[in-house]
């Protein structure tokens, strides 16, 4: 009996002490992690700010490269929208010019059927202005008033080359292209029915077929201008011909009697 409650006390002393040691310890762990983390934690910095460096560095050069790769991108992507633009344009063009020809080519030949029943000019021979009524002649005010009775065609054939030159002067369809596919058909016709154009088309304020206006004026002072231009290389090349022949004429002169041939201008 005495042994076994000498045991159950040696037991009990026993925990009592593992529970102090253990108290001991965790209060000695936690002042080491309180009181010596700065240092720990320093120390670990220190390690490892190389490999940071090292990171950080790397970080700007990968951005660098993607923020490069993102501007090719966009100049790409724009490249691209550039060259769909354009052949848009100029697929749009060939269109229009297309239909101008079926259309308004076949119109024109079909009033001058009419000019030619109706017995009155199929073509007006007057100057061109600034499509306003008054740059009319009065001859061919009353002239034009005759065209306008022989049908409706010419009223049909305007109203679609101002549709087709809405196109080019809106930008929708490549104008150099249209320029240099039907510029002098389109000019041709404007001018041989100018009086129609300028007396349908006034109005107060604006013009009922401005789209013809605009585009004639554009193309017709572009084929002036080409026009000067070959006339000034015409040119060029007679002035150069000119004065090659120039210095290929001797300038012989006979001199006084008694002045000596070699004798200069000032000589003493």
Known sequence: MRDSRWGLHRSAARGVLEARWSCVLGAQCWSVLVGGGEGVMLAFVVAIRPYLEVLYFMSGVVVAIAACVALQQVRLLKMDMNVRNERASKEFALASMSRFSK????????FYVDCVVANVPF???GPIGSFQKDSISPEWVKICELRKKSGNTWLHMLNNCDDIAAAFVTGVADEVVGFNGMGKSFCSLVESTYDLVSI????DVHHSLPNIVKLYGIWSKRFSKM?????????????????SKLACVPDERVPPIGVDRGRRKGDS
């Open 200 to 203: 349908f088309g006034e109005r």
């Open 103 to 110: 259309e308004c080519l076949t119109m024109q030949a079909d």
């Open 227 to 243: 026009e000067l231009e070959a006339g000034r290389v015409s040119a060029h090349a007679q002035l150069t011909d000119i004065n």
């Open 123 to 125: 073509v007006y021979e």
